[in-house]
């Protein structure tokens, strides 16, 4: 079974940092496009940062010069650093992930998955 595990949310006093991890588990023979979202209350879940198998990235507006999304493909992990935090960067972050499976010995199959999310919550 595939899975998409994040850690590290909490609560943080605007300005201060969090780190955020995401490690892939189960059969999976290779990951593609891996990304974090976000959804505060009463709003559309949108994409935070976007990082594809060869490094290359992408982020929100709202986040550019303070959060930095990395990948580390040996561990099947991504990270998102998130400096200078904003109330408004209140939400919970999920992790999603473009995945190719080894479904059976000789066939494999690309799908979407999506981690449980981990609140983030940064106060004045």
């Known amino acids: 079974q595939v899975q998409l595990v994040e850690s590290g949310g909490g609560l943080v006093q605007a300005g201060g940092s969090l780190r955020l991890s995401c490690a892939a588990s189960?059969?999976?023979?290779?990951?593609?496009?891996m990304g974090w979202y976000r959804q505060a209350p009463g709003k559309q879940r949108e994409l935070v940062a976007a990082?594809?198998?060869?490094?290359?990235?992408n982020y929100a507006d709202s986040v550019k010069g303070r959060f930095t999304i990395s990948r580390d493909n040996v561990k099947s992990t991504m990270y998102l650093q998130m400096n200078s935090l904003k109330p408004e960067d209140t939400a919970v972050y999920y992790c999603?992930?473009?995945?190719?499976?080894?479904?059976?010995?000789?066939?494999?199959?690309?799908?979407?998955?999506w981690g449980q999310g981990t609140q983030v919550t940064v106060s004045l």
């Open positions: 189960g059969s999976i023979f290779s990951i593609n496009v």
């Open positions: 990082i594809t198998s060869g490094g290359s990235t």
């Open positions: 999603n992930a473009v995945l190719t499976i080894q479904v059976t010995a000789v066939s494999r199959r690309t799908s979407e998955y």
